[in-house]
Every structure is written in structure tokens, then in C-alpha cells.
DNA sequence: GGTTATTATTGATATTGATCAGTCAGGACG
DNA sequence: CGTCCTGACTGATCAATATCAATAATAACC
């Protein structure tokens, strides 16, 4: 887990135009002394549930998992989400501690701000307010619109919906590597690990899906809408 | 649908404290030349999913489900929430229209206010802009937080939960009057309508809770509770 | 490069929950 | 007061999914 500090290269910042295009040249000098940069590997945690929240975070590369514990032990993974898409824990103005953790999928760069220096600006400049505020809201949309969808399909229509989700949003190919494990997906979509299996393996037999190793080619992927829609 | 236009008694309104704390008389007087008041039946919908964005919105008194339609046309109901809980719908900021729809329960009065008039004022004053973001990040991660308590117990489980939900959340009290059918209940927790009943069936053998009609008393609390952790 | 530990895979079986069909009870209304 | 209609309820059966156990395939490690 290495920091660097103050390196300031915001102007090729992608998540500048997101959140912060209401600074002028001035303010965002200011944030870049204030931000440090945090690479990560693969499997490290970057938010522990129920740590204090001191900082503001956004992931600048890599992927990570978003996920909880259940009372029963077992992991429950709320979304998986790459660059730009992911600020913080949505809770960081209204809760003390986080509500879930994060961890890297990918080898991942972190860029954080002290919470209050975030929390000044937001108070100064209504512009970068909105901004913020659209983007927690998106965010937000986001995940309680993917766990909605996944609640109301069966078995094989989430796993055919992760496919689809790996496809469109994290990749934007049809071919990938995985980056998570049978038994990360079936915590992603609520299903048993040995049914999550078998139904790639069904996806296989069926030539919807092509298989070597971790990586993963989406042959039909008008199938694997179907499957997904009427699942 | 009865309206009301500018009738200001802002000053008892329990909202103020929650998001309006932030700013002065004059611009609370301000605010309530510019509101309208809504009074709905039970039944009565006051955001369509679909429909355009064009007012805040806020729950004065009354009860109101948030839900959506699934593709295969039945209703998915995200939450159940009382006033001053529920904010708007949580895009408003960053959606043009409502992503899910919101319906009356029991009879209840919404406040209004257009948007634009929010909006200015969330530029202006960085306190009230505060304010509201956090009121909407407590409602996402309550709403989410639920979802995914839900998702991760069983029928038994779940049916318990939402009998807990509503004696601690709604109503507060071991007795209460169902404000949803079966069939909502089942829209709620994503199971068959049927199971449902026969769950409440077994729950009311076991002695756990007994029903008069709509009305419902949660006689044994604790083993709801063992129902609702393990389940 | 062999050994060990994980993770993936598959089949058999047990549970859980959905579906279907039918009855019942209560309210709305002529 | 009867009839219609809707929501509540129940039993029987069927389908979906979990669980358990036993290998196979990979990855991690000395």
C-alpha cells in the first residue's frame, strides 16, 4: 500500500470534469496539495466497515467491490464499480464510520482528500455542490437500480445480467478476465456458488458463452440478453 | 387531490429542523411564499415513474410506498416510509424524470416546492446544500441497507422483518393497522403472495402475533426477532 | 517441479418457495 | 337482503435452488 503525496497532475484527471469542473485553476492547486494518491493490489481493502471516515475517496484506476458482512458471517457484495463511478462511501457527510467495505479488484490508484477540506469547499462553492451532490445521487441510483433488477430475476437472468454487466459497463468488450471468483459472483447476486457454476457451465454447453480459464468470451450476447430480460 | 397555495405555518413544520435549519426567517418565509401543499387519499400516486421532475417534494404527514414496475408488469416496492423520511425522489438533482413511482398509503399531505427555487437556493447557501445532501444520503443507505436485508434472508425471515419494520419504524407500537395488502407485502419482499399468508398463518398458530382484520399485534417480539436474525 | 491449498466442477438429494385451484369471508352496491 | 367482487386463505403439487459430498483443475509456495 504506497502513498504519494501532493503529486500534482490533476489537470489529466478524468474525475475533474465529473466533480470538480465548478473550480477555477486556483481552488483545484489548492485540492491537489491537499490530495494523496494510494496504490493498491489486488485483494486490499481500501474501507473497512465501521472504520471512522476521514477522507473523501474516489477510485482513479483499477476496480473494486463494495460489500458488507452479514450477521451470519458471509460476504454480500453491494456493487462492483470501476474509475469515476465510485466517490467515497455515498455516507461520508452523514455517517461517522463507513457502512461497508471496499476492496480492489484490480490493482487500483486511490485518490483522497481530508473530509474536511472537501466538506469547506462544498460549503463555499454552491457549483461544486451540485456537482457532488448529482454524483452521489447517480451513484446511488445506480446501485439500488442493480439490486432491485437482480431481486426480481431467477437464477440463471442475474447470472446472465452479470455477464451482461462485466460486458457493457466494467469492460465495454465481449471478451474479459474475470476479476472475481464463482463465489464473489454468487455473493454479488445472492445465489449458491455451485448453481452459479453450473449455470456458466449450462451457458457453455449452450455456446452462449466461451470459457478459457478466467477469461470469459460472450459468443451470443442477444441470447444472454434474453436469458437476462425473461430470466 | 386537494391543493393549497402558499398557506404558510412553516414555522411548526418538523421539517424545517431536518433540512431547513440552515437558513434565516426571511429566507423560510421565502421558501413558503413559493410552496404548495397536496393533500392525497389513500391510493392516490404523487410521482408516476417516467414522469418529469419538476417540484421538491416532501412528506408532511401520511404514509407512502416507493415501487417500480418490473418489465413483466408486476410492481416492485423499493420502501415504505413515513414523513420526513422521504425526500423527494432521490434523483432529482441528477435525473430529468422520476425513476420510480411514489403512492399513497394512508392519507397523507405532501409540500412542494419547484425546483428551481431549491436549486438556487442549494447554490447559495452551502448550510442548507449540506444539509439536504446528507437528509438524502440517510435515505439512500437506509433504503439500500434494507434492500439488502431482505435479499439475504429466507421467506420466514423476511416476513418477520417486515413485521419488525413496521411495529419499530412505522408505528412504533406492538399494534397496529396493516397500511398493505398480502399482495404488497409479497411485492415488497419479493416472494409469492401465497407464502406470505401461510407464513403470517404459521406466525399466528405459533402465537407470535395475532390478527383481528387489518389489525395486527406483535405478541412475542423476541422470537420475531430470532425469526428475522436467522431466518 | 513437486506439494499443498484453493477454487471450480458435477451429481445426488433435500429444502424451499412458486404455482394452481379452490374455498371462504367481508365489503360495495343495487 | 342477496349478489358480485376482491382479498385472504389453504392444500396439493411442481419447479427452483440449496446443500452435501466427491473429484478435478489451478494457483501458491517452498
Same mark, same amino acid.
Given at each position: 500500500?504506497?502513498? %504519494? =503525496? @501532493? ?16 473550480? /477555477? /485553476?486556483?481552488?483545484?492547486?489548492? #485540492? ?13 481493502? *481500501?474501507?473497512?466497515?465501521?472504520? =471512522?471516515?476521514?477522507? +473523501?475517496?474516489? #477510485?482513479?484506476? @483499477? ?6 458482512? !452479514? ?5 454480500? *457484495?453491494? !456493487? *462492483? ?18 457502512? $461497508? ?13 481530508? #473530509?474536511?477540506?472537501? =466538506? ?6 454552491? @457549483? ?6 448529482? %454524483? ?5 441510483? =445506480? ?17 446472465? $445480467? ?13 471478451? +474479459? ?24 457451465? /449450462? ?5 452462449? *458463452? ?12 442477444? %441470447? ?6 425473461? @430470466?
Amino acid at each position: 500500500m504506497n502513498e %504519494k =503525496k @501532493g503529486v500534482c497532475i490533476c489537470e489529466g484527471c478524468e474525475f475533474r470534469d465529473v466533480v470538480f469542473s465548478h473550480l /477555477d /485553476d486556483n481552488s483545484i492547486q489548492d #485540492l491537489c496539495n491537499h490530495k494523496e494518491e494510494q496504490s493498491l493490489s489486488k485483494g486490499e481493502v *481500501i474501507n473497512h466497515e465501521g472504520e =471512522k471516515i476521514s477522507n +473523501f475517496k474516489y #477510485l482513479k484506476s @483499477g476496480l473494486v467491490k463494495l460489500y458488507r458482512r !452479514t450477521p451470519s458471517g458471509d460476504e454480500q *457484495i453491494i !456493487t *462492483i464499480t470501476r474509475p469515476f463511478e465510485f466517490v467515497s462511501n455515498m455516507s461520508i457527510f452523514s455517517e461517522e464510520r463507513y457502512q $461497508y467495505s471496499v476492496s480492489a479488484l484490480e490493482d487500483s490508484v486511490v485518490c483522497m482528500v481530508k #473530509l474536511e477540506f472537501i =466538506k469547506e469547499l462544498f460549503l463555499k462553492n454552491g @457549483g461544486f455542490a451540485m456537482g457532488l451532490l448529482s %454524483k452521489i445521487s447517480v451513484i446511488n441510483d =445506480k446501485i439500488i437500480g442493480q439490486t432491485l433488477d437482480i431481486r426480481q430475476k431467477n437464477l440463471v437472468g442475474r447470472v446472465a $445480467y452479470v455477464l451482461l454487466y462485466f460486458t457493457r459497463e466494467i469492460y465495454n468488450s465481449r471478451v +474479459f478476465d474475470l476479476p472475481v471468483s464463482r463465489k464473489e459472483i454468487a455473493d454479488y447476486i445472492g445465489m449458491s456458488t455451485a448453481n452459479v457454476i453450473r449455470t456458466l457451465s /449450462d451457458f457453455k454447453r449452450e455456446g452462449i *458463452i466461451r470459457v478459457f480459464g478466467k477469461t470469459i468470451e460472450v459468443a451470443d450476447i442477444e %441470447k444472454l440478453e434474453n436469458i437476462s430480460r425473461h @430470466g
